[in-house]
């Protein structure tokens, strides 16, 4: 590995750090005075599937920061896989003191979003919805969850360099981030704690940014999002 590479798995082992001392401050207060969420809730099942579908995020970015020496993409990939290292930190973190287990077997992703509210209708994108896939499970492309990349689609990034990584990075990463939107959305519609739906809505709010920010990127190299 570079030193670069190091240097970023680093800092994202401190920020997960962080998020853990974040996470006893800000939600164990909310969740002793309040019912805590129990394991079918869609405060629980959302910290779940959204640390699965982050880790993802963190993975592709890792790859792409080896493939190409383009700053500008460089740059966004280590903010991207920080922000959401970090926050994988904090849903996990909220797991444990809930005293919820991280996986549940047998458990389809994402049915949490049709506890009361039709959540799966927010499709959150800021593109026209690119690779949102179905929002209430796996999808059936082999696709784990809306948005996120096959195996296919990871050894082919890992094998590109240069341009070819930049663009193939960017239109994984606006499916990818439109499906977390959506899914994010459903949080704020239907989780019980309060910190976790202001997490959530930044989520929301900052990756749209980001898709925006994405597809500018790929225009710049005459290219478009996936269909």
């Known amino acids: 590995m570079t030193r670069t590479h190091w240097a970023a798995i680093t800092a994202v082992v401190l920020a997960l750090l962080f998020a853990g001392a ?32 982050h880790q993802q995020a963190v993975e592709m970015s890792f790859i792409v920061r080896d493939r190409t020496k383009d700053e500008e993409v460089r740059r966004l990939a280590y903010d991207i896989a920080n922000t959401q290292a970090n926050q994988r930190g904090m849903m996990l973190g909220w797991l444990d003191l809930w005293e919820l287990p991280k996986v549940v077997a047998g458990r389809e992703p994402m049915e949490w979003m049709h506890q009361g509210t039709d959540a799966s209708s927010a499709d959150g994108s800021a593109h026209g919805g690119h690779g949102s896939g179905h929002a209430g499970g796996a999808a059936d492309d082999g696709r784990l969850m809306p948005g996120m990349a096959t195996k296919d689609e990871l050894e082919r990034l890992g094998g590109l360099s240069g341009r070819q990584a930049e663009v193939f990075y960017l239109q994984l990463m606006i499916n990818h981030h439109n499906g977390g939107v959506a899914m994010a959305q459903g949080c704020v519609d239907l989780c019980t704690v309060a910190t ?11 990756q749209r940014s980001e898709v925006e920010l994405m597809v500018g990127l790929l225009k710049k190299r005459g290219a478009e999002p996936l269909a």
Request: charged fraction near 25%; glycine fraction near 12%.
């Open 196 to 206: 976790e739906r202001d997490l959530a809505q930044g989520m929301v709010d900052a």
């Open 22 to 53: 974040a996470t006893v401050a800000s939600a164990g207060g909310e969740t002793s005075a309040a019912r805590t969420p129990t394991g079918d809730s869609a405060d629980a099942g959302f910290a779940r599937d959204m640390s699965v579908h």
